[in-house]
Nanobody
Framework: QVQLVESGGGLVQPGGSLRLSCAASGSITNFAAMGWYRQAPGKQREWVAIINNYNMTNYAGSVKGRFTISRDNAKNTVYLQMNSLKPEDTAVYYC????????WGQGTQVTVSS
């Protein structure tokens, strides 16, 4: 069992930046991949970005070029750097650890508004 705790969300103006963190209670190298997802009000949860143990990354088309996922294995933490934020990025952002089982964090709210 692993616990994931997201942080770093908040209110930001369009064009601004935020960095989300996902701290795991155990080693993230135990999982094949770590990912970020988001869920906007009234919409289904959607995949945003993923990074595997070889540091290979992939992004949803809507965030490619604006968001960057990274990991620090020594700190058991995954990050999501979000730049050039848009109102449509407003959502609760969740961290997921994928391996033999999937684990989710509780989410952190990101609101992009002027």
């Amino acid at each position: 069992q692993v616990q994931l705790v997201e942080s770093g969300g908040g209110l930001v103006q369009p064009g601004g930046s935020l960095r989300l963190s996902c701290a795991a209670s155990g080693s993230i190298t135990n999982f094949a991949a770590m990912g970020w997802y988001r869920q906007a009000p009234g919409k289904q949860r959607e995949w945003v970005a993923i990074i595997n143990n070889y540091n290979m990354t992939n992004y949803a088309g809507s965030v490619k070029g604006r968001f960057t996922i990274s990991r620090d294995n020594a700190k058991n933490t995954v990050y999501l750097q979000m730049n050039s934020l848009k109102p449509e990025d407003t959502a609760v952002y969740y961290c997921k650890a994928a391996g033999r089982g999937d684990y989710w964090g509780q989410g952190t709210q990101v609101t992009v508004s002027s």
